[in-house]
């Protein structure tokens, strides 16, 4: 089925460091969410976006959908170790008839932290 | 709190022989969808429930079969596992009644065929 491209695949950083990542597609969407997971655990939603242009913040992320409604980045400030997981972003679009809402799935980014 | 229970957490099986994994929510959700996941992969729809109607993808194999017997609960059964079958199935629901509902996930289920 069709991914998004998510970037960076991973990132290897130091305790405190800022991280950015991003999705793109070449669909729109109407909705863009923001996933984390740990292992052996289901992903967790951080962020929703639901109007092209907004920026919102949940914390220490933040996260934006981007104008054309074909990309969203998410940005975690002074990481810590718990922000350890697979950062998943997943866009939807909205059908007329209600009951065929699929998530498309970036190809995640692995987050690891560097003690 | 509301939430999605998957159960079990760990499920160990035999080369073909059926097994199911629940899911249950208290979140009222009329959307309940199961997911496959391998390592390292982002979640694979297998198939989803719009209230009691079935949506099944066209990928997923005959194998996969799914019931939901009341707005609470959806099973996954396998019929006849292979080693390929061995992955994180995830559950999820979402309300649909609002472009503000999104999906929930559940812990997922660890499935180990051997």
């Known amino acids: 089925g069709q991914q998004l491209n998510q970037s960076p695949q991973s990132m290897f950083i130091q305790e405190g460091e800022d991280v950015s990542m991003n999705c793109t597609s070449s669909s729109i969407f109407n909705t863009w969410l923001w996933y984390k997971q740990e292992p052996g655990e289901g992903p967790v939603l951080l962020i929703a976006?639901?109007?092209?242009?907004e920026l919102t913040s949940n914390g220490r992320l933040t996260a934006q959908f981007g104008i054309t409604r074909k990309d969203s980045f998410l940005n975690i400030s002074a990481s810590i170790p718990s922000d350890v997981g697979i950062y998943f972003c997943?866009?939807?679009?909205?059908?007329?008839?209600?009951?065929?809402?699929?998530?498309?799935f970036g190809t995640g980014t692995r987050l690891t932290i560097i003690p | 709190d509301a939430m999605v229970i998957q159960n079990p957490r760990y499920q160990v099986t035999q080369f073909g022989k059926p097994v199911t994994l629940s899911c249950s929510q208290t979140?009222?959700?009329?959307?309940m969808y199961w997911y496959q996941q391998k390592s390292s992969q982002a979640p694979k729809l297998l198939f989803h429930y719009y209230d009691k109607d079935f949506n099944n993808e066209a990928d997923t194999p005959d194998n996969f079969q799914s019931r939901r017997p009341n707005t609470s609960f959806c099973f996954l059964d396998i019929r006849s596992p292979g080693l390929g079958d061995a992955a994180m199935y995830l559950c999820?629901?979402?309300?649909?009644?609002?472009?503000?509902?999104?999906?929930?996930f559940g812990p997922g289920t660890r499935l180990t065929v051997l």
């Open positions: 976006l639901y109007k092209a242009g």
């Open positions: 979140l009222n959700h009329n959307v």
């Open positions: 997943a866009g939807q679009l909205w059908a007329s008839n209600f009951g065929n809402e699929k998530l498309t």
């Open positions: 999820a629901t979402s309300s649909v009644r609002a472009s503000t509902d999104t999906q929930y």
